[in-house]
Nanobody
Framework: QVQLIDSGGGLMQAGASLRLSCAAS????????MGWFRQAPGKEREFVAA????????LYADSVKGRFTISRDNAKNTVYLQMNSLKPEDTGIYYC???????????????WGPGTQVTVSS
């Protein structure tokens, strides 16, 4: 059974840094893309970042470009999201996901973690 576990969320002040992790189990995801999405209260889930299977090609939402960095460790079946210069608008539940390519559409991702809460206060 495929399982994704996101972790690392917390309550932070604006300007702080935080690193999220997502550990995958149940199969090897080294040939898949892995991504992060977030959902704020009352809003739709939105794309944050994704990394291709080789860890070299990445894609970011404009709102996080230059502040967030996605990376992966295929040996550990883990993807990370380093978040710097956090803003209150970064608040939301962050979900990791596994999909077939570097896409922003959440419908293209097949497996999802339960989410981890990130709250940024001003």
């Amino acid at each position: 059974q495929v399982q994704l576990i996101d972790s690392g969320g917390g309550l932070m002040q604006a300007g702080a840094s935080l690193r999220l992790s997502c550990a995958a189990s149940g199969r090897t995801f080294s040939s898949y893309a892995m991504g992060w999405f977030r959902q704020a209260p009352g809003k739709e889930r939105e794309f944050v970042a994704a990394v291709r299977w080789n860890g070299i090609l990445t894609l970011y939402a404009d709102s996080v470009k230059g502040r967030f960095t996605i990376s992966r460790d295929n040996a550990k079946n883990t993807v990370y999201l380093q978040m710097n210069s956090l803003k209150p608008e970064d608040t939301g539940i962050y979900y990791c996901a596994v999909g077939s390519g570097l896409y922003k559409n959440p419908a293209t991702y097949d497996y999802w973690g339960p989410g981890t809460q990130v709250t940024v206060s001003s």
